[in-house]
């Protein structure tokens, strides 16, 4: 009900054109939000170099995570501060302006920010988690240059592609242990005491 309220009243600024007071005073929140959070961390806006494709697999995805967290968040940053420009009338207002405003006037994820990742449908919530993601990478990706990042603890919700990163893992596994990927098996448990029990378990079988 909240969402749909919040739809209904975001659609005043954009039935009967572009209206500059509107726009400013719906849009203002989600860009100041997105100014505080970049402004912590600015270097994540910019642009990396290729990968080398001789890395560990798991040491590759991180590189092209981390990549991909920089792309994104210079994507959004790019169309916010176009509409920033806009709305202190330093810039026209173009086709692809008005309709990234109009997409996030409605309570929806512009189609472009869509196709780089499929986040939260709320604007407000989708930038967060993708500064919260870029924010882990750079953690992970921290955590290869010390050499510890299999070593401890990992949240896949720091990442962008967790079923990327179990491939990868796979795949290093692999390479490790000396045995073909399908004689590999992923197993979860829920209670942690357990873990070292079920790891004996998959050695024996094998």
Same mark, same amino acid.
């Not at 209904?8 to 209206?19: E, K, L, P, Q, T």
């Not at 494709?53 to 967290?69: G, I, Q």
């Given at each position: ?94 086709? /692809?302006? =008005?309709?990234?405003?109009?997409? @996030? $006037? ?5 189609? *472009?920010?869509?196709?780089?990742? +499929? ?21 992970? /990706?921290? =955590?290869?240059?010390?050499?510890? @990042? $299999? ?5 896949? *919700?720091?990442?962008?592609?967790? +079923? ?29 005491? @357990? ?12």
């Amino acid at each position: 009900v909240v969402q749909q309220l919040n739809t209904m009243r975001a659609s005043r600024g954009v039935s009967g054109g572009f209206n500059r007071e509107e726009w400013s005073k719906q849009l203002s929140p989600l860009l100041r939000s997105w100014d505080k959070m970049l402004a912590s961390r600015p270097h994540l806006k910019k642009r990396l170099k290729p990968p080398s494709k001789k890395l560990p697999p798991v040491d590759l995805f991180v590189a092209m995570e981390r990549s991909h967290a920089h792309d994104i968040i210079r994507l959004v940053d790019k169309g916010l501060n176009q509409i920033q420009h806009v709305l202190s009338g330093t810039a026209m207002l173009t086709p /692809a302006v =008005r309709s990234l405003g109009v997409s @996030l $006037l409605s309570n929806e994820i512009p189609s *472009s920010w869509d196709s780089a990742w +499929e986040g939260p449908e709320n604007p407000s919530l989708y930038v967060r988690a993708i500064f919260k993601r870029a924010c882990g990478v750079e953690e992970w /990706a921290s =955590r290869i240059s010390n050499g510890d @990042l $299999l070593e401890k603890k990992l949240r896949l *919700s720091d990442i962008f592609h967790p +079923e990327v990163f179990l491939n990868a893992l796979g795949q290093q596994s692999s390479r490790i242990l000396r045995v073909p990927m399908d004689n590999l098996k992923l197993v979860t448990v829920w209670d942690q005491s @357990l873990a070292a029990q079920v790891s004996r378990e998959g050695h024996s079988s094998r």
